[in-house]
């Protein structure tokens, strides 16, 4: 079964709810009225009622079996009760003023109904850049036990090959001891989607071939790695070709069981992430999922900007199961 069927099959009848902070926006509308249509999720959309219900018209669509909850008109006793849990989570961080500017945002107000247990997750970042997105999830929901960061993964696809990148999404400039948990992280996610991970930590160097400390740093991050992980098959540095090509990792990584065969890559920066993902995406013709946040203690997901209403579909059933 394809890995978006077996996804589908284990989150179908869970009645988990998803909330979607961008309901004014029409691909945002289009997934949740399929998602709900499918029976996968109950959809929460959050916006302006007037805008959200002019953009169903103008596209056709029913909203019949979607919630729609407009913060403005949010009944005052509610608001207030989710004020003060914010003001109680961010323990001393966070006045009640400040809290209750934060809930106009519906990036904040929709991570709080996940922390509040009213969703059991939430899509945004249709329209929100990644930082506006992603900051209340770390400011509220913070990170589950077990880890100290939280990163962002895409899984890339096109027909039966399938890779996890990461970070693409969040950590801009990273240590070793955070690549190394990216690694692990990685690794963990690579299960999820079916991979027997074999993780390459990605340099412009291999084995030792250039010397330089951004090259240090790689090969430092794979020693911690493997020491937090010693069942993990994972190599580094490597550079990608290296990671990916087997008559090149037989020139420059003879001796790794990883080079050559690698199916989870990590890199070095978000520079390089991003840029990464997005080139096998837009000149590979690869399928980027994602990103899809590691780490984190309830599932909250980011979307590109440029995510098309497929993308969405799709990043809310991997975040309907997350939260399984
Ligand atoms: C994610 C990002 C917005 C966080 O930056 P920020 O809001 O300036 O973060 P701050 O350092 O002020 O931290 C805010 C809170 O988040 C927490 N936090 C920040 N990064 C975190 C991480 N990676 N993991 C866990 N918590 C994190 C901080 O501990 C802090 O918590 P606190 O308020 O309870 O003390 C920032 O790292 C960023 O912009 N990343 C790049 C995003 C991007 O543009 N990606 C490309 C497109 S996908
Ligand atoms: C993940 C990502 O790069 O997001 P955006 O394209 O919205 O910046």
């Known amino acids: 079964m ?29 997934a949740a009225i399929r998602l709900a249509a499918d029976g996968l999720i109950k959809p929460i959309l959050l916006g302006n009622q007037a805008e959200i219900k002019a953009v169903a018209t103008n596209n056709g669509f029913d909203l019949a079996a979607v ?42 107000f929709g991570t709080m109904l996940v922390y509040m247990g009213q969703a059991d997750g939430m899509v945004s970042g249709a329209t929100h850049p990644t930082g506006d997105t992603v900051r209340p999830a770390l400011q509220i929901i913070k990170t589950k036990p077990g880890s100290s960061r939280i990163s962002g993964a895409f899984v890339m696809q096109k027909g039966d090959q399938r890779y996890i990148f990461a970070d693409a999404a969040i950590n801009i400039d990273i240590d070793a001891q955070t690549m190394a948990e990216i690694a692990i992280q990685s690794a963990q996610t690579a299960q999820v989607f079916g991979l027997d991970p074999k993780v390459a930590m990605l340099s412009f160097s291999s084995k030792g071939s250039a010397k330089a400390p951004q090259v240090d740093k790689v090969a430092e991050a794979t020693k911690l790695a493997h020491e937090a992980a010693p069942d993990l098959a994972i190599d580094g540095e490597l550079q990608f070709d290296a990671a990916i090509v087997e008559s090149v990792a037989a020139a420059k990584a003879p001796e790794s069981t990883v080079a050559g065969h690698a199916n989870v890559f990590v890199f070095p920066d978000l520079q390089a992430g991003n840029i990464g993902y997005k080139i096998a995406q837009r000149l590979g013709g690869f399928e980027a999922i994602g990103p899809v946040l590691q780490g984190l203690a309830k599932p909250i997901s980011d979307l590109s900007r440029g995510a098309n209403e497929e993308d969405v579909y799709k990043v809310a059933i991997i975040t309907a199961a997350q939260a399984l």
């Open 2 to 30: 394809e890995l978006f069927e077996q996804l589908s099959a284990k989150i179908k009848g869970q009645d988990k709810t998803l909330v979607f902070p961008e309901g004014e926006d029409v691909r945002v509308q289009g």
């Open 67 to 108: 919630e729609v909850i407009d913060p403005a008109q949010y009944p005052k006793e509610q608001f207030e009760t989710m004020v003060n849990a914010l003001v109680e989570r961010r323990n001393g961080k966070t006045d009640a003023d400040t809290a209750a500017k934060w809930l106009t945002d519906v990036n904040y």
